[in-house]
C-alpha cells in the first residue's frame, strides 16, 4: 500500500497562485507517471497534468500556460504550481501515481485537497 498526502490547497483570488505538493510513501524513482486531476462538483475528475520518471510532461489545455508540474524523485514528491488562476480552476485536486512492475500495473491515489479560487 501506497500513501500519497496532499499540502498546498486552498482560498486565492483569481489571478492568484498557489502550489500543491504530493510526498509518497514509495521512492519516486520507481513510479513512472505522477500526476495531478481534479473533480469540480457535477463534473468528471480530469487530468491537469503528469509527469513521468523522465521528465516528459503532459498538460490540460485548459491550463497551459499557467501550472507547471515538476517531481523531485529524491523526496518522493510531486508539485503543481498554479499560476494565474481562474474560479474554473476551483475544484478537488488529486494527486495519483502509476507504475508496471512485475507486469503488474499498481495505481493510487490522495486524499484530494481543495482549491478555491474567488472571482
Known amino acids: 500500500q501506497v500513501q500519497l498526502v496532499e499540502f498546498g490547497g486552498g482560498l486565492v483570488q483569481a489571478g492568484g497562485s498557489l502550489r500543491l505538493s504530493c510526498a509518497a510513501s514509495k521512492s519516486a524513482f520507481s513510479i513512472n507517471t505522477m500526476g495531478w486531476y481534479r473533480q469540480a462538483p457535477g463534473k468528471q475528475r480530469e487530468l491537469v497534468a503528469s509527469?513521468?520518471?523522465?521528465?516528459?510532461?503532459n498538460y490540460a489545455d485548459s491550463v497551459k500556460g499557467r501550472f507547471t508540474i515538476s517531481r523531485d524523485n529524491a523526496k518522493n514528491t510531486v508539485y503543481l504550481q498554479m499560476n494565474s488562476l481562474k474560479p474554473e480552476d476551483t475544484a478537488v485536486y488529486y494527486c495519483?501515481?502509476?507504475?508496471?512492475?512485475?507486469?503488474?500495473?499498481?495505481?493510487?491515489w490522495g486524499q484530494g485537497t481543495q482549491v478555491t479560487v474567488s472571482s
Open positions: 509527469i513521468r520518471r523522465g521528465g516528459s510532461t
Open positions: 495519483n501515481v502509476d507504475w508496471i512492475e512485475f507486469a503488474n500495473r499498481y495505481e493510487y
